[in-house]
C-alpha cells in the first residue's frame, strides 16, 4: 500500500530521537520510506491519536490485549494473526469474542491481505466507526454476567470433580 503512513506509538521510548532513527533504518532497510512513518509518544490524552488511525495492525508473537480492547472502543477495526502461544492469540480471542472474526487472519499471508483489503475498504471502517462502540456492547466481550455465570460454571464443574 504505498500511500499508506505506519503510526507507531509507544509511551516514551519514541520521543527519543535515536530510537525513532533507529526504526526508520529498519524500515528503510526493507525499501519503505521512513517518511511514512509516524512515531508517537506519550500524550497527554492517550486515545486522541485514534482520529489519525484507520486500521490498527496487532503486533505478532505479542498481541495487544488492553490495547486492542481500547482500539476497537475507539471505532478501529484491528487485524490480527492467530499465533502459536496465548501471547499470540489473545487477539484472536478477543476478536472473536467481539463478533469480528473476519478480522483474524489464520497465516502470514491472510494477515497482509486482510491489512490490504481493509486498506482499500478504508471507507466502510470509517462509516462504521462510530457503531463500533454499540457492537462491542452487545457482544460476548463485554458481555459480564455471561462470563461470571460461565466461570461459575467451571469452578463447580472443577469442585464436582474433586469431591
Known amino acids: 500500500m504505498p500511500q499508506a503512513r505506519l503510526l507507531l506509538r509507544y509511551n516514551r521510548l519514541f520521543e527519543n530521537a535515536a530510537a525513532c532513527e533507529t526504526v526508520r533504518g529498519l524500515f528503510a532497510a ?14 497527554e490524552d492517550p486515545f486522541d491519536f485514534y482520529r489519525e488511525v484507520d486500521i490498527a495492525l496487532d503486533p505478532l508473537n505479542y498481541n495487544g490485549t488492553t490495547t486492542t480492547c481500547e482500539t476497537l472502543w475507539m471505532g478501529v477495526p484491528v487485524v490480527t494473526l492467530r499465533g502459536d502461544r496465548h501471547a499470540a492469540r489473545v487477539g484472536a480471542s478477543l476478536l472473536t469474542a467481539a463478533g469480528l ?3 483474524v ?3 502470514a499471508g491472510a494477515y497482509v491481505a486482510l491489512a490490504a ?4 475498504e478504508v471507507g466502510h471502517w470509517r462509516a462504521t466507526r462510530a457503531q463500533m462502540r454499540a457492537t462491542l456492547a452487545g457482544s460476548r ?3 459480564a454476567q455471561r462470563f461470571a455465570r460461565s466461570w461459575r460454571a467451571a469452578v463447580d464443574a472443577g469442585l ?3 469431591v
Do not use: K, T
Open 141 to 143: 466481550l463485554l458481555d
Open 160 to 162: 464436582a470433580q474433586r
Open 30 to 43: 526493507h525499501n519503505i520510506d521512513p517518511a511514512r512513518l509516524d512515531f508517537r509518544g506519550h500524550s
Open 101 to 103: 472474526p473476519q478480522l
Open 117 to 120: 483489503q481493509l486498506a482499500e
Open 105 to 107: 487472519a489464520e497465516d
